[in-house]
């Protein structure tokens, strides 16, 4: 999988659409601010996979608990609580609180348990959060630095097994702060989660529309996972000031990064 940068033309033609989906994804929250289960267990094969979710065998995955579809915190409070935090506690975030976090994002409502979950009518979309014709495009990457019973690294998100695959082992988390221009909530948070775009495969079905139709996928899976940390009392903030390539390189990862979203207590 790969993905290039639009050209400037696609960002003059995108601009506004852009603006318009930050500021009813972050806004509706009431604050807007973008800086410029069951017990976890690691399996041997690669799980059934998604689109976006490439399948390589003899790649360890880590099965996610069972993300829960009943909470403590309705919708309406999770939307007038939020608020972006740049402080976090070193305290490990807890597996369960991940896996829900990027069910919440863009997993699928099957692996919940949810009885008759069915897909969209017209294009069989399965996930928590829509998908131009259910392609897919995004990739959900885990930087992991304290995470309950998970190793620090880099992870990739299965939406349809609900695990993760490991790409790279280590601490990452100040490679992806300098390439994300120092900011340094990016190093002291437990964990970030990076939505990255697999252009190419949207723009084979949609051309150079697909680009919007992903960028507008992203601002959704982003309030998602906003909105289920503050029910879960987790903070975030939503970065999109860094270098791509270097951000691609710390991930290992051959989708365009479009957002980081630190995560902690």
């Not at 993905?3 to 995108?14: D, E, I, N, S």
């Amino acid at each position: 999988m790969g993905g290039t940068m639009p050209g400037p033309a696609v960002f003059r033609g995108l601009a506004g659409v852009l603006l318009a989906v930050a500021l009813v994804g972050l806004l509706a929250a009431g604050s807007s601010c973008t800086s410029g289960g069951t017990t976890g267990g690691e399996r041997s094969g690669p799980p059934p996979g998604q689109a976006g979710v490439p399948s390589r065998g003899g790649m360890g995955f880590i099965d996610l608990p069972r993300p829960m579809t009943r909470g403590q915190v309705s919708l309406e409070e999770a939307l007038a609580e939020r608020r972006c935090r740049r402080e976090f506690s070193p305290k490990e975030v807890a597996l369960a609180h991940l896996g829900q976090l990027l069910w919440a994002g863009s997993g699928a409502p099957s692996t919940a348990g949810t009885p008759g979950a069915q897909g969209d009518a017209t294009t069989g979309a399965t996930h928590t959060a829509p998908s131009a014709g259910a392609i897919y495009p995004l990739a959900l990457y885990v930087v992991a630095g304290h995470v309950e019973r998970l190793d620090p690294g880099v992870y990739q998100y299965d939406a349809g097994a609900h695990a993760l695959r490991r790409v790279l082992a280590g601490d990452v988390r100040e490679e992806l702060a300098a390439a994300a221009l120092r900011q340094d909530w990016v190093r002291k948070a437990p964990l970030s989660v990076v939505i990255a775009a697999d252009y190419p495969r949207i723009r084979e079905r949609y051309g150079e529309r697909g680009v919007r139709y992903a960028l507008i996928e992203a601002g959704c899976v982003a309030q998602n996972i906003a909105l289920q940390a503050t029910a879960l009392g987790l903070g975030t903030v939503v970065v999109g000031a860094f270098a791509d390539e270097k951000v691609a390189g710390v991930l290992g990862a051959g989708e365009q990064p479009l957002l980081i979203i630190p995560v902690g207590p």
